[in-house]
């Protein structure tokens, strides 16, 4: 078996050529036989016809009647040399004597007629007689006088040796025609492999580390061309999935550091101050008074990160479950209430959404007494499906976020309304939505120095804080609470991606920028037109 394994042929050419050789000889003995086979038949009738028509004259009987012999014919009247005449007299015994040529043996007949097991007038094959080696003869029988039986033969020397020529030949065929497979066809299916070779080829380098090769494709109608399409498509989608799992482990690398950091922070506070309170006990009871003060104040930092973090990391890998109407109207307006308790020096104005450009870039705010001039508007109830707690948090954070990043004497507007999709924002996270589509609108706009054009498409990455455009003034500094974590606008768009919708950013450097908060309509069911898993392209 292993011997037989050694001399399998291996490649695929090695089969090809195999299989060509196997069909084509094979191919060419058949043929031969086919026509091996009509000729020796066609000899063979022709030597039948011959015996068919050729008959023993009637004296011959009499001299065996006369006689009990045959009589030598003389060269007159001699047979042709090729016949031989055999004779079983009416005793049924055959004559030791024949007509015809003596040289040679002749066909291998019974002493007795009983035992003659022929067919008068059909034509068969006997063997060669006396243990002789050589062609066999072909015999015919014909009833004579008083029971005597003629034995008519021809040999078939001629039909032998025409056919032994022709195999001999056809032999010679096969294997010439085998030679020429082996050294034509080895050219041809080399040629007809080259596309396949150059598959292997690039497919060798690809497993060596070369990824951006494409298998080379010259007609995709052919099968190699459709294996090389598919063997593309394969590469892209795994390059594809390549660069994802490295992003996705540079984001968790710098998740980790990131969020490492920021606890640290709490952590060497809480650490510092405690073993202050445990190294000076003599402190006086303002100093220990404000060191517990401040261990409360970084271990409510750390807390509030760490439920962010827990927040981040339940809305990845936890589906929208609860979704109910929702009034944007409303919870506006609350978070509105709720900011202005926070934020008491700040100007938060409620508004409708601006009916002519409702999700085109907005032209830079005018001044508030050119705004006001205009003609007053109603708000409108505005309601879309979702969870109150979770947009609640949403609208608190682009509140927070913007009073955060104001100044005092800035203002915030917050503009409600429903209207139909036209041409979405460049920067955004979230869910992409077709053009006509009806939406709900949130808009939280403010007038202070905006974002720097290079750090615009990172405001919705995790512990990302934009640096301010221009330093805030000294006056503001006392008003301005401490910076978060940089995971409210985080959060803000994983929410907003869990209800279906989109968190967009208008960005005006130096007159301030617009965050768009964009849910499906109370009417429309959401569609997955094109979901985006975190950001858009811009943001890679």
């Known amino acids: 078996m292993s011997r037989l394994g050694r001399l399998r042929p291996r490649s695929l050419r090695s089969r090809l050529i ?3 050789v196997l069909l084509a000889t094979g191919a060419v003995l058949l043929c031969q036989f086919a026509g091996l086979t009509v000729m020796r038949s066609w000899l063979t009738d022709q030597v039948d016809d011959r015996l068919s028509h050729f008959r023993p004259p009637d004296r011959v009987y009499d001299d065996v009647r006369d006689q009990g012999t045959l009589r030598r014919p003389t060269s007159d009247d001699a047979l042709p040399s090729d016949y031989r005449v055999y004779i079983y007299d009416e005793h049924g015994r055959l004559l030791r004597t024949s007509l015809g040529s003596d040289t040679g043996a002749g066909p291998r007949l019974p002493r007795s007629v009983s035992d003659l097991h022929l067919t008068p007038g059909r034509p ?3 063997p060669v007689g006396d243990g002789a080696t050589g062609s066999g003869w072909r015999v015919i029988t014909y009833p004579g006088p008083d029971g005597m039986r003629a034995v008519v033969a021809l040999p078939l020397d001629t039909v032998d040796g025409a056919t032994t020529k022709l195999l001999w030949l056809s032999l010679g ?24 070779t150059r598959v292997e080829r690039t497919a060798q380098h690809i497993t060596e580390g070369s990824l951006e090769l494409n298998v080379p494709v010259d007609n995709p109608d052919t099968e ?3 294996l090389g399409l598919a063997l593309n498509t394969m590469l892209d989608r795994l390059r594809t999935a390549l660069h994802r799992t490295e992003t996705s482990e540079a984001q968790l690398r710098h998740f980790m550091a990131d969020a490492g950091h920021e606890l640290r922070t709490p952590l060497t506070a809480i650490q510092g101050f405690a073993e202050l309170l445990l190294d000076e006990p003599d402190m006086s009871a303002r100093q220990r008074r404000d060191a517990h003060h401040l261990i409360l104040h970084n271990a409510d930092r750390m807390s509030r990160l760490v439920d962010d973090l827990f927040l981040l990391a339940k809305l990845g890998d936890t589906p929208l479950t609860h979704r109910e109407p929702v009034d944007l109207l409303s919870l506006a307006a609350d978070t509105i209430a709720t900011t202005a308790i926070r934020h008491p020096s700040r100007t938060i104005i ?3 959404l601006e009916p002519l450009e409702p999700l085109e870039p907005l032209e830079p705010l005018e001044p508030a007494a050119a705004r006001s001039a205009g003609p007053e508007r109603d708000l409108d109830v505005v309601e879309t499906p979702g969870d109150p707690h979770q947009l609640a948090q949403v609208l608190g954070n682009l509140l927070s976020n913007a009073s955060t990043h104001t100044p005092a004497a800035g203002r915030i507007h917050v503009r409600v309304g429903a209207t139909r999709v036209r041409t979405p924002g460049a920067l955004g996270s979230g869910r992409r939505m077709l053009p006509g589509t009806p939406v709900c609108v949130v808009e939280v706009a403010d007038d202070g120095p905006g974002i720097k054009p290079d750090e615009a498409a990172r405001v919705f990455d995790r512990f990302y804080r934009a640096t301010p455009l221009v330093p805030r003034p000294e006056a503001d500094l006392g008003t301005v609470p401490e910076p978060g974590s940089g995971l409210g606008l985080a959060i803000a768009a994983a929410i907003t991606t869990a209800h279906d919708g989109r968190l967009e950013l208008d960005n005006r450097p130096g007159e301030g920028c617009t965050f768009r908060l964009i849910l499906p309509d109370s009417t429309t069911a959401p569609k997955d037109d094109t979901d985006e898993t975190r950001h858009d392209p811009a943001h890679a």
Request: charged content about 10%; glycine content about 16%; proline content about 6%.
């Open 350 to 352: 409620l508004e409708p």
């Open 173 to 196: 065929l096969g294997a010439a025609v085998a030679v020429g497979v082996v050294a034509l066809g080895n050219g041809a299916i080399r040629l007809g492999l080259r596309p396949l």
């Open 224 to 226: 190699v061309g459709r």
């Open 124 to 126: 068969s094959t006997l």
């Open 18 to 20: 195999l299989i060509a």
